[in-house]
């Protein structure tokens, strides 16, 4: 008896694209490949019953998909998640000995740093060349569901003990992870499934670390000049020294000092250091007899009016007699709350 074959098809709607019968089964990454027109950005992900899924998805039922490109924020934020996998990658590769520390955001680029060594121009330029290479070569980046266990044992093969402590206190049975060309990596979000959808990124000498640079979303094809941020920069790297004075480098460290019961010594020397900080900038304000106005800005709860109520009890130290205004008590009525490019309430207006 003969099948319809259209029987064992599923029906996928493309926004703005088509429609499509398809084989269930077949990963979004395939789909894009060998069914869809060519678009002008590369696709990164794709939005289904309003979920956001990455291209190792299999599609196994009818359904509608949005095509996520590097136009939006989520599609950004996959691809440089992915040139951060190679960079570490290529790390691993030319100088195995060494640890690359991923540390945050700084201007308009990534800032990273090795544990215990600053490399070179010479260095960095090797690394941006074998990352290309991996580039050329198009290598698959697998998605792998393993259990919490066997991932750690992984990390433990490969020298990641942070990584082996990390997973200690996760509270889930199987981790996802990821593997590119026999290394394997832990990462908290979506990675592209294919390292040749990577076209565009810069690496920058940027002692005593290493700048990463990607495109931004308003432009995905093309990569800015970097723009420097020296102050931020400096309260990063002080950051940095405190978080080492309180044996603090990285999460696992902060789960050992909960578990051996020793989190009041950390939030005490914690407070102090934001004290004596406090204090100093007090006195700054204090050495010239010209500041009648200190402005403190910052986004929703981060900490202004707390910071503000303690900058005013150092003044006051210094005999000074501050008087504190706080814009919390100035409101407008909803009607006249302005609005952002989406309509909704722009309260940080």
């Given at each position: 008896?003969?099948?319809?074959?259209?029987?064992?098809?599923v029906t996928v709607n493309v926004k703005g694209i088509g429609t499509y019968q398809?084989?269930?089964?077949?990963?979004?990454?395939?789909?894009i490949k060998n069914i869809l027109p060519s678009t002008e950005y590369p696709v990164m992900a794709g939005i289904m019953d309003n979920t956001l899924y990455d291209l190792h998805q299999p599609i196994e039922d009818s359904c509608e998909i949005e095509l996520v490109y590097p136009k939006s924020e989520a599609g950004?934020?996959?691809?440089?998640?992915?040139?951060?996998?190679l960079l570490i990658k290529a790390c691993r590769d030319l100088y195995p000995e060494k640890t690359l520390i991923i540390k945050h955001s700084l201007s308009n680029g990534?800032?990273?740093e090795f544990l215990n060594w600053q490399p070179s121009i010479e260095d960095i330029e090797k690394l941006q060349k074998q990352m290309q290479e991996m580039?050329?070569?198009?290598?698959?980046?697998?998605?792998?569901?393993?259990?919490?266990?066997?991932?750690?044992?992984?990390?433990?093969?490969?020298?990641?003990?942070?990584?082996?402590?990390?997973?200690?206190?996760?509270?889930?049975?199987h981790v996802h992870i990821y593997e590119l060309d026999g290394f394997y990596e832990y990462f908290y979000g979506y990675m592209l499934p294919f390292t040749g959808l990577i076209d565009c990124f810069r690496l920058l000498n940027y002692p005593p670390g290493i700048i990463l640079q990607t495109p931004e979303k308003d432009n995905p094809g093309h990569i800015e000049e970097y723009l420097e941020q020296p102050k931020l920069a400096q309260i990063y790297q002080e950051a940095k020294q405190w978080a080492e004075m309180l044996d603090t480098p990285h999460v696992a460290a902060l789960n050992d000092?909960?578990?051996?019961?020793?989190?009041?010594?950390?939030?005490?020397?914690?407070?102090a250091l934001h004290e004596k900080k406090i204090a100093y900038i007090a006195d700054r304000i204090?050495?010239?007899?010209?500041?009648?106005l200190v402005l403190i800005s910052g986004p929703s709860s981060s900490g202004k009016t707390t910071f503000a109520q303690r900058l005013l009890i150092q003044l006051r130290v210094?005999?000074?007699?501050?008087?504190?205004?706080?814009l919390d008590d100035y409101f407008v009525n909803r009607d006249l709350t302005p609005r952002d490019e989406n309509g909704e309430f722009d309260f940080e207006a």
């Open positions: 008896m003969a099948i319809d074959s259209q029987l064992l098809e398809v084989k269930p089964g077949i990963t979004a990454a395939e789909f950004m934020r996959i691809y440089r998640r992915t040139v951060t996998f990534l800032y990273c580039i050329a070569r198009n290598l698959p980046i697998n998605k792998m569901t393993v259990p919490k266990e066997e991932a750690r044992s992984i990390f433990a093969r490969q020298g990641q003990m942070d990584k082996v402590k990390l997973l200690e206190f996760r509270d889930k049975h000092i909960i578990t051996y019961g020793s989190a009041g010594d950390l939030v005490r020397v914690n407070e204090c050495s010239d007899p010209r500041i009648r210094n005999g000074r007699r501050p008087v504190m205004i706080s």
